[in-house]
């Protein structure tokens, strides 16, 4: 399996170095460009290692969180944890944090949306900053 798969990198890396000494020049207008065969060839060649490389990975993932129940558990509360910043951050955000000036520009809804992100990155950033202060300080006084 191994070789194979060193096998198929190196195919693959050889294409991707063929298709660089392919792609339009530098001068070449950016229309014309995007329409190049190289160029869209290595889009595709892109976007399939990435959907191996994510398939792969969540695979795995799944496969050691599913063989140790101690790593389920704590997963399993550390994503109720975040759904549960999500929901308070939703409760929080108002919806019309905003001036009439860039309210003309969106509705309601997507105002809150925005305002909710950025009250899970506060409160996130909090939490981060108090694991790594909390912790430090108890051992500083604990000497």
Known sequence: MQKIVKIALIVIGLLGAVLWFMLPERDMPAAEAAQSGAMNFMFIITYFLLAVAVVVSLLFTLKNLFSNPQGLKKTL???GGFVLVVIIS????SG???SDEF???SDESTVKN???GLN???ILTIIAVASL???AVKNMFSK
């Open 90 to 93: 939703y409760v929080l955000s």
């Open 120 to 122: 899970v990155f506060f």
């Open 77 to 79: 509360f550390v994503v």
């Open 96 to 98: 019309t944090d905003v």
């Open 103 to 105: 309210m003309a520009m």
């Open 133 to 135: 202060i909390i912790p």
């Open 114 to 116: 925005i305002g909710m």
